[in-house]
């Protein structure tokens, strides 16, 4: 493969001839050979999109020429439509202002520009500071590209997953609504409910959730763009943070506005922190939700079997017929990782020293991390399990008919001590509630029938 050189003010270095970035990326990513964690796409994303609003403004205020203008935002088209990918190497270890990978796409925004303004006979070039940066700094602008892809990423990927698990579950908890089966506290059983009763708390932990999303994403919103180097907003014109955000608002179809306070947005990162809290509060919930399946759907014959949940794999190499709930494996799977996410966005959200926060890299990797894997993991649990969840009539009418819990119906009439012998005489001798209640001489078969009736317990 052959080299052109390329200069930056460090000086020269040999960058491949078929790439469009230019010296500062190529130094970066020779410098940080660092694990494979590459700069989320999404974050590229919103860089495209902030440069093509910028070059916007930019040009309003006559600032950036026409053809300049219209080369950098067909460029940014390009970067949209996924036609460069290949042209953005680096990864996540860098720069904690996430300088590089600001440069990386103005490098290659500036190479393809100054391209496509030659195929029209231009012999104007696009520089990668001057123009493609022009008004802005690395820390305004990475900052705005991680509210850009947070915002899109939550909007567009998780929120629709959020409604479409909760959905499922409230059509199952509609469906089960009168399949009376015992309740359990502390994994021991307890007074009845039915099974669409149970699923309700699931769906509504996600109703929950839901909300709680939708509130903080709107924090989210509030960009950095126009606080430059260090939220003074040095060289760039009147309103630039305001226009550009106006603009991208127009350009992307969901409402951004400029941060109040650029001092708050360089070195504070607690709205993509609060936002990815509410994330860490959801994946508690499925966990929760996850552990619930797998148990109720534990056994076939010696767990608790109230459910039964779709058999989608072989579950064992060595034991035939074995079939294991992998959909709730994977999904607390995802749930211990964003778990572990919450603790490195807080520990780099703390981090803002002085003007600027250095961990910025590593705090959208982690928060789009979890968006994906949540968002994947509840479409995969929601398809492959929640969807084919059906109770077993059998296993459930057996459990609520030998539960002594439903000596609970007998305290206002027998009392709470009359009601525990009752129930300790049954366990002890292998009785059901009615016969131990019979030998005790406190009720009568008549009585314990009129007074027991699970369908009224709910």
């Given at each position: 493969?052959?080299?052109?050189?390329?200069?930056?003010?460090i000086?020269?270095?040999?960058?491949?001839e078929?790439?469009?970035?230019r010296?500062?990326?190529?130094?970066?990513?020779?410098?940080?050979?660092?694990?494979?964690?590459?700069?989320?796409?999404?974050?590229?994303?919103g860089?495209?999109?902030?440069?093509?609003?910028?070059?916007?403004?930019?040009?309003?205020?006559?600032?950036?020429?026409?053809?300049?203008?219209?080369?950098?935002?067909a460029?940014?088209?390009?970067?949209?439509?996924?036609?460069?990918?290949?042209?953005?190497p680096?990864?996540?270890w860098q720069?904690?202002s996430?300088?590089?990978?600001?440069?990386?796409?103005?490098?290659?925004v500036?190479?393809?520009?100054?391209?496509?303004?030659?195929?029209?006979?231009s012999?104007?070039?696009?520089?990668?500071?001057?123009?493609v940066?022009m008004g802005?700094?690395?820390?305004?602008?990475?900052?705005?590209?991680?509210h850009?892809?947070?915002?899109?990423?939550?909007?567009?990927?998780?929120i629709?997953?959020?409604e479409k698990?909760?959905?499922?579950?409230?059509?199952?908890?509609?469906?089960?609504?009168?399949?009376v089966?015992?309740?359990?506290?502390h994994?021991?059983?307890?007074?009845?409910?039915t099974?669409?009763?149970?699923?309700?708390?699931?769906?509504?932990?996600?109703?929950?959730?839901?909300e709680s999303?939708?509130?903080t994403v709107?924090?989210l919103?509030?960009?950095?763009?126009?606080?430059?180097?260090?939220?003074?907003?040095?060289n760039?014109?009147?309103?630039?943070?305001?226009?550009?955000?106006?603009?991208?608002?127009?350009?992307?179809?969901?409402?951004?506005r400029s941060?109040?306070?650029?001092?708050h947005?360089?070195?504070s990162?607690?709205?993509?922190?609060?936002?990815?809290?509410?994330?860490?509060?959801?994946?508690?919930?499925?966990m929760?939700i996850?552990?619930d399946?797998?148990?109720?759907?534990s056994?076939p014959?010696?767990?608790?079997?109230?459910?039964?949940?779709?058999?989608?794999?072989?579950?064992?190499?060595?034991?035939p017929?074995?079939?294991?709930?992998?959909?709730?494996?994977?999904?607390?799977?995802?749930?211990?990782?964003?778990?572990?996410?919450?603790?490195?966005?807080?520990?780099?959200?703390?981090?803002?020293?002085?003007?600027?926060n250095?961990?910025?890299?590593?705090?959208?990797?982690n928060?789009?991390?979890?968006?994906?894997?949540?968002?994947?993991?509840?479409?995969?649990?929601?398809?492959?399990?929640?969807v084919?969840?059906?109770?077993?009539?059998d296993r459930?009418?057996q459990?609520?008919?030998?539960?002594?819990?439903?000596?609970?119906?007998?305290?206002?009439?027998?009392?709470?001590?009359?009601?525990?012998?009752?129930?300790?005489?049954?366990?002890?001798?292998?009785?059901?509630?009615?016969?131990?209640?019979?030998?005790s001489g406190?009720?009568?078969?008549?009585?314990?029938?009129?007074?027991?009736?699970?369908?009224?317990?709910?």
């Amino acid at each position: 493969m052959s080299n052109r050189i390329e200069k930056d003010t460090i000086g020269e270095i040999e960058v491949p001839e078929d790439k469009h970035w230019r010296a500062q990326t190529q130094r970066s990513f020779q410098n940080f050979k660092i694990g494979d964690e590459k700069m989320p796409e999404g974050v590229i994303r919103g860089f495209a999109y902030l440069k093509k609003a910028c070059a916007i403004v930019n040009n309003e205020k006559d600032k950036l020429d026409h053809d300049k203008k219209d080369a950098i935002v067909a460029a940014c088209d390009e970067i949209l439509e996924g036609k460069l990918n290949d042209h953005f190497p680096l990864v996540v270890w860098q720069t904690g202002s996430g300088t590089q990978s600001n440069m990386n796409v103005n490098e290659v925004v500036s190479f393809r520009g100054t391209e496509m303004l030659k195929e029209k006979g231009s012999d104007k070039t696009i520089h990668p500071n001057d123009d493609v940066n022009m008004g802005q700094s690395s820390n305004d602008t990475f900052p705005t590209a991680m509210h850009i892809a947070a915002v899109l990423s939550v909007k567009r990927q998780l929120i629709p997953a959020i409604e479409k698990l909760a959905g499922t579950f409230k059509n199952k908890s509609e469906a089960f609504n009168d399949v009376v089966k015992i309740g359990r506290t502390h994994l021991q059983d307890a007074t009845p409910l039915t099974l669409g009763q149970e699923i309700s708390g699931w769906y509504t932990m996600l109703e929950t959730s839901l909300e709680s999303v939708r509130q903080t994403v709107d924090h989210l919103r509030e960009l950095a763009i126009g606080g430059t180097a260090v939220g003074t907003g040095l060289n760039t014109p009147k309103d630039f943070g305001e226009k550009v955000a106006a603009t991208l608002t127009e350009l992307i179809g969901e409402e951004f506005r400029s941060a109040p306070n650029k001092f708050h947005a360089l070195t504070s990162h607690d709205s993509i922190t609060n936002t990815h809290g509410v994330l860490n509060s959801l994946a508690g919930d499925l966990m929760k939700i996850a552990n619930d399946v797998r148990w109720l759907a534990s056994g076939p014959r010696s767990g608790i079997g109230e459910i039964t949940i779709p058999a989608n794999e072989p579950g064992s190499s060595i034991m035939p017929g074995k079939v294991n709930p992998t959909q709730a494996e994977a999904l607390t799977m995802v749930a211990t990782q964003i778990m572990g996410n919450q603790t490195t966005i807080s520990v780099a959200n703390s981090q803002g020293n002085f003007e600027l926060n250095v961990f910025k890299p590593v705090i959208v990797y982690n928060f789009l991390q979890s968006v994906r894997l949540l968002t994947d993991g509840m479409h995969s649990f929601n398809d492959n399990c929640a969807v084919g969840i059906e109770p077993d009539h059998d296993r459930i009418k057996q459990h609520l008919t030998n539960s002594l819990m439903l000596v609970t119906a007998l305290n206002p009439h027998i009392g709470y001590e009359n009601a525990a012998k009752i129930a300790k005489q049954a366990h002890a001798e292998g009785l059901t509630l009615k016969e131990a209640a019979v030998k005790s001489g406190i009720l009568t078969e008549e009585q314990f029938e009129e007074y027991v009736n699970p369908q009224d317990m709910v």
